[in-house]
């Protein structure tokens, strides 16, 4: 029975002293809002800690769309720290939204942010605090619409189970609909299958429940999804796509947190979608067109939010900002803004190829901090395998430009493990960064007063759906384990820092990436083992994730490093980012061939299929032709 809608404040207010960081469930932060009458109500979960959730630009972009519309209000929910979920499950009070304390399990629609893979038991934790049952046929006509949105639906299969619903691609005008749809159908008394088969019908959303998984000898073992008979389900359906990218609210991001939060910063996105095609890049295939904010709404956009929030850094965020076609004009006129304010303005990380003079002496302001490469790979052959782009003479010039204008510390990103790696290319990351290291000292001077260092980040390639190298396998956990240890080994100075990331928890990715519906029974055990939290590092536990596949049958490893032929069906080929399997195949071809192909922004079109299919078009508000 769905919980009643009331103020449980009181019920949770006698645990905040005997919980770590009480602030992360105290309300009334300066910037929220405030008048959650509905009479519609609608909650967005970010299945982490307040400190975590709190900064995603996808819900406060859709908390600001949502609570703009008469009658609908939209609060907040994020999960529990374990100490406070353990104490509310003592104290049989159940998970609450943030503005009014109410139960989750009282709103209308509740949406879900699926951030990354490893949240999955997180969102079963979520949901079995809130007393909503887990899996969406299990509930009531009266419970709450459970929807997923965000950067990781593209094989949101093993997750499906637990929605009702699937929201593809930009969700600013789509979230709207949804609750829109929602509302009317319950006014209408409909039955909650109706509901969901009208929901069906809004562009960009998949509904689980009205697809059969079908496992024959064209597909791999998870099989592939249709519609159900009768149901008028499309056989695929494809995301949605804003094209009008400057019609959305560019300063989505108006509260300020009691307590300290990552990301620290006010956000202002600039441009949404890449186009460079790294192979192994999710968000640069699933995030296309490419849609340009226009420089002066931008820099309105960072005056206002810092007026309004008060930050001392304003973060001009995107899958690559520094391609922006307008990106020196406006860090100069930001940097003006801000002189002698102690405000920093920042990118998060830096195309090597558009690190030019002009670039170096604008990121960052007065305030020379670290800054943030990523050749991917230590290689040029195996940067022409991922298609990256990048050639030696661009490292080298980047790393010159950054030393020469003030900058004395640089982290260089790597991945360990792509296709068709050999040990000369683990060497080749050692190389790269004793190169970027001589050149700093150089240029600098050498010995621990200069300040010049280098460090290197290397994380284990995942495979992942709608990438030119979703059918490749990953590398088995010894392996990974062997080539890490020949990084450190072959590091020529002990001045280069190096960290890699933890090889189980990329396996036990690899495989959520990977499998299908089926996937979901390998969740739900290694929640009931005790998972959750998976993405913290001291709360991850391998040994539970190979306790629940062996309770289910599944041999984690065996399914990570597995490739599949590029001739079956997968089990997401129902839900689409736009992206052609045609085009994905010739990329893994030209792969293995390491051949490049260029960026449609800045040359032709490169036939991936998305402008056709979605009625979009890269919108670029100022001349992207021969910058690199």
Known sequence: MRLRREDLYPRLEPLLGQVEKPSRYLDHEWGAIEEQDGPFHVVLMYPDVYEVGLPNMGLSILYTAINRVEGMSCERGYLPWVDMADLMRAKDVPLLALESSSPIASFDVVGFTLAHEMACTNIVEALDLSRIPVRAEERAQDDPIVV????SVWNCEPVSPMFDAVLLGDGEEAMVEICSCVRDARARGLARRDILLELSRVQGVYVPSLYDVVVDDTSTQWGYAVPKPQTGAPAVVYKRSLQDFSSTEPVPQRIVPYMDVVQDRLAVEVLRGCARGCRFCQAGMTYRP?????????????????????HDEVSLTSLSTTDH????????????????????????????DSFGVEMAAEVGGSKRGGLTFAPEAGSQRLRDVINKNVTEKDIDTAAENAFRNGWRRMKLYFMMGLPTETDDDIVAINET???????????????????????ISVAVFVPKAYTPFQWCGQLDLEEVRRRQQLLLSTCPDH???ISYHDAEVSLIEAVLSKVGRRGFDLILAAWRHGCRFDAWTDQFSFERWTAAAAEVGMDLEAIASADTPLDVRLPWEHTSPAVSQGFLRREYRRAAQGVTTPDCTRESCVGCGVCPKLGVENAIVGDRHGRH
């Open 148 to 151: 997923a949105g965000g950067p």
């Open 290 to 310: 490419v849609r340009e904010r226009p420089a002066e709404q931008v820099v309105a956009a960072a005056r206002e939010g810092l007026a309004l929030t008060g």
């Open 325 to 352: 076609s307008q990106c020196a004009q406006i860090l100069h006129t930001l940097n003006e803004d801000v002189r002698g304010t102690g405000v920093r303005v920042s990118i998060p990380s830096q195309r090597l």
């Open 433 to 455: 960064a004793d190169r970027v290291l001589e050149i700093g000292r150089s240029v600098v001077g050498r010995g621990p007063k200069s300040g010049v260092s280098v460090s």
């Open 495 to 497: 001045a280069i820092k």
